[in-house]
């Protein structure tokens, strides 16, 4: 099954930090939004990690200083990624901007300071040379994206492990809900394997994690990674929204709200809305045990993890990002311990 935005014919991409910022409002300017993860080069190598800046806001800054031509949106979610965007070089000024993310959860506060942030973004993107969308364009946008999310949250019920992973990645890379085929019930499929979590930071569907929990026999049933499933709440039931737009109530204060109430992430204060999202679903793919993923440094996920051992009662496995690649195979040994303590 694949509902494609392949008709997105634009040469001009540009590259987001943050599931967070709407791809949907990039693309109604007629310019191709992407996750970082595709910039060119992204993640192929690591250097020495310096100020405080982990792996992930290392590589964007690099993408945004080194590629041809890069459109960078960087958020200000977490410290790391602010300190990276303020050392960009002054060559990179015009092709990269900072979106202010909010990360208190008090609606009103919150849904004026995306609004404005829209707006800031919008003319970023017109000095870009992307084109000022009317309401009707915003809509046609706004429904494709929600469609294509709609769709991929609906699969996490079938699939698992890296193909949804790549299927989600997939959705941040060109907008498109491309899965394999399946009417096999998720319960046939884990059969016999370890029901685990993945949750934490940005995860590419590449790294070797997936097939490390794999041929230890675990089975990932919910991917609550950075640009995993948890991303794909925004934008719900935007459509209907977008269809009644009028002068009175603009478009871009509708993607506000959906932000409002459909962020959940782990920077949000009080970030409860993320362990209800989560104990939602580990409740009901009966989960066994959890994987916390996160990159050397982030402060931000290393902080829950006891927090999470204490709310769901759950065997919680915490890995760090090895920059060095020397690692792995203590990695392999810990995930097999792991799962053989849960089987
Ligand atoms: S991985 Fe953690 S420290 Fe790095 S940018 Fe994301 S939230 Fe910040």
Redesign the pocket.
Known sequence: MVISNSHINTSAEVFV?SPWIPAEWIRAHGLQPRAILFAPGFGAEVGPLGAG?????QN?LRAAETAAQPAVVFST?????RR?FDAIGPGAGTRTFLFNIPVTTRASVTEKLFHAELGRLGKFLLGLGGRNPTAKVVARWVDEFSVARRCLRDAANLHVGRDYARAVARFHGDGSAGLPLTDLPLERKVTGSTRLAVVG??LSPDDPLWDQIEDAGGCVVLNGT?WGERSLGFGTGLHDAYETASAEAPFPATLSQSFVEHCVD??QRPNQRLYDWLAERLRARRVQGIVLW??F?????RAEAQTMREKFGLPLLWLEADESGSGAERQTNRIQAFVEALT
């Open positions: 930090a800046i982990c792996a992930f806001a964007s979610h977490c410290d790391q990624l990276a930071g940005p950075e782990v920077f996160s990159y440094g982030c402060d931000l996920w």
